[in-house]
């Protein structure tokens, strides 16, 4: 009786095993970028990051959300970050569009601004395996990255003279105090 139920078992799960090779190796799985998801891709694959954030360091902000940070990271998105996540007041790029999945665009609705600023520095550094979400690790110093990240954190209110950075529409300069759109120092 037992030894019927183990053999039962073990066939169950050979018959699953089967069946999921099949699937990938008779080219049933979706794989074009405009097509379709694998069935239970987008939450398996947020349940893995979900839990492995959890498990990671949870360390606060390295630099204040002031207008001087908040400049140099308008600087390092322009470069590294724009073509995907979109800038304010802009429809998102072809590449962005032709994405799967789709890069959420980090001026337009919430983005992750309600998101913690340590959940965002860990995507920055590491990248997000098969997304085309790249890791910045030695390419951005964590000073960067701690700018970058505090203006997607306070994307929903960045002075004018950070949107302007990210328009190219400088704002009108004020007249006390350094010129609006001053280059950022490095
Ligand atoms: C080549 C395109 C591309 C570039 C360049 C890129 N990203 Fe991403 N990014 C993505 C994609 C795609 C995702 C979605 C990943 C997913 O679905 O889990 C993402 C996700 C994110 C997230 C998490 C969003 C969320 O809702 O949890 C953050 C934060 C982020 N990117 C910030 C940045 C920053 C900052 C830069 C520049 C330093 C950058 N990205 C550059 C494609 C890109």
């Not at 074009?32 to 694998?38: Q, R, T, W």
């Not at 962005?96 to 550094?125: N, R």
Request: with cysteine; aromatic share 8%.
């Amino acid at each position: 009786m037992l030894k019927a139920l183990v053999v039962g078992f073990v066939l169950g799960i050979l018959a699953v095993v089967a069946g999921v090779y099949f699937y990938f190796s008779t080219g049933r799985a979706p794989v074009a970028a405009n097509g379709p998801e694998m069935p239970f891709e987008h939450r398996m694959a947020h349940m893995a990051l979900d839990a492995y954030l959890a498990k990671q360091p949870h360390p606060e902000p390295q630099v204040p959300a002031d207008e001087k940070n908040l400049l140099a990271g308008a600087e390092v998105y322009k470069q590294n970050c724009a073509v995907c996540h979109g800038v304010p007041g802009s429809e998102s790029t072809s590449i962005a569009a032709g994405m799967s999945p789709k890069p959420p665009q980090l001026f337009h609705g919430v983005g992750v601004t309600d998101d913690e600023p340590w959940e965002s520095y860990w995507i920055v550094e590491n990248g997000v395996h098969m997304t085309g979400m790249p890791s910045f690790h030695g390419t951005l110093n964590e000073t960067q990255i701690w700018q970058v990240v505090m203006l997607v954190k306070n994307a929903d209110k960045v002075p004018a003279t950070v949107r302007g950075v990210l328009t190219g529409i400088t704002a009108t300069p004020t007249p006390s105090g350094p010129a609006a759109g001053t280059p950022a120092s490095k």
